[in-house]
């Protein structure tokens, strides 16, 4: 990763959700990174948030935009 290569959060919600957008991204070539503070915590030893802790899916700023288009479009598809 390079200077210029910034992480910008792309999307907040459920576990679940943020594992099905991370799937779609990757068919899409869009590399991606997820973070969830409780798994984080237990990892690290001292605890976390609480259960109903949401993960964050963050993309690299030259992908934002594509990656805002494959978002509206996971969101849409639910209603």
Same mark, same amino acid.
């Given at each position: 990763? %390079?200077?210029?290569e $910034?992480?910008?959060?792309? /999307? %907040?919600? #459920? &576990?679940? !959700? *943020?594992?099905?957008?991370? &799937?779609?991204? +990757? $068919? !899409?070539?869009? %590399?991606?990174?997820?973070?969830? +503070?409780? @798994?984080?915590?237990?990892t690290?030893?001292?605890?976390?948030? /609480? *259960? =109903?802790a =949401?993960s964050?899916?963050? *993309?690299? #700023? !030259?992908?934002?935009e594509?990656? @805002?288009?494959?978002? !509206? =479009?996971?969101?849409? #598809?639910? =209603?």
């Open positions: 990763m %390079t200077k210029n $910034d992480l910008k959060r792309l /999307y %907040t919600g #459920s &576990e679940i !959700n *943020v594992n099905i957008l991370k &799937e779609i991204l +990757d $068919d !899409n070539q869009i %590399t991606s990174l997820i973070k969830n +503070d409780l @798994k984080s915590g237990l690290a030893g001292f605890g976390g948030g /609480y *259960v =109903e =949401e964050s899916i963050f *993309v690299f #700023s !030259n992908n934002l594509k990656a @805002k288009i494959i978002l !509206n =479009e996971f969101l849409n #598809s639910f =209603e």
